[in-house]
């Protein structure tokens, strides 16, 4: 049997097609490679969703004023990030909700909205929790 991994989106706004085969010949760098390429893919189209309900710029608002002037030393960061579960954080996320969300979505929407502000908060700091910062080949082998 032969071995590939495919992610296939067909949406309004968004098309896209990655496969890969795989064999003894394929360095488990390149299947690394092209599952980060898909985790990214992922990754923008699950914050482009998430705004089209609650305001996303609320929320860059927010973790700007979180660390401006404050990612001194590392130290810094562990204060900036309680602040992700803190009151501010909490009223803001809560008021970002539909009024019309079902209890389940409304706990869906609070975590989505908390990694969001910690991904946004990292990233000021020069961080990041996804493989952004890894040289992934695009389209490897095509010309």
Same mark, same amino acid.
Do not use: H
């Given at each position: 049997?032969?071995?590939?991994?495919?992610?296939?989106?067909?949406? /309004?706004?968004?098309? @896209?097609?990655?496969?890969?085969?795989?064999? +003894?010949?394929? &360095? &488990?760098? +390149? %299947?690394?490679?092209?599952?980060?390429?898909?985790?990214?893919?992922?990754?923008?189209? *699950?914050?482009?969703?998430?705004? /089209?309900? %609650?305001?996303?710029?609320?929320? +860059? +608002?927010?973790? @700007?004023?979180?660390?401006?002037?404050?990612?001194?030393?590392?130290?810094?960061?562990?204060?900036? *990030?309680?602040?992700?579960?803190?009151?501010?954080?909490?009223?803001?996320?809560?008021?970002?909700?539909?009024?019309?969300?079902?209890?389940?979505?409304?706990?869906?929407?609070?975590?989505?909205?908390? %990694?969001?502000?910690?991904?946004?908060?990292?990233?000021?700091?020069? *961080?990041?929790?996804?493989?952004?910062?890894? &040289?992934? &080949?695009?389209?490897?082998?095509?010309?």
């Amino acid at each position: 049997m032969e071995e590939q991994v495919q992610f296939i989106a067909n949406c /309004k706004c968004w098309q @896209a097609v990655k496969k890969m085969k795989i064999d +003894d010949n394929v &360095p &488990p760098i +390149d %299947v690394a490679d092209f599952l980060a390429s898909i985790s990214l893919s992922f990754d923008s189209k *699950l914050f482009e969703y998430l705004g /089209k309900i %609650v305001d996303l710029k609320k929320l +860059d +608002d927010f973790s @700007a004023s979180l660390v401006s002037g404050k990612l001194k030393k590392e130290e810094d960061f562990a204060l900036v *990030l309680k602040e992700i579960t803190g009151v501010n954080a909490s009223k803001l996320i809560n008021s970002l909700i539909p009024a019309d969300a079902d209890n389940k979505t409304k706990d869906k929407l609070k975590e989505y909205m908390k %990694v969001y502000l910690l991904r946004k908060i990292l990233k000021f700091g020069n *961080l990041t929790v996804d493989y952004s910062g890894v &040289p992934i &080949p695009i389209n490897k082998g095509k010309k």
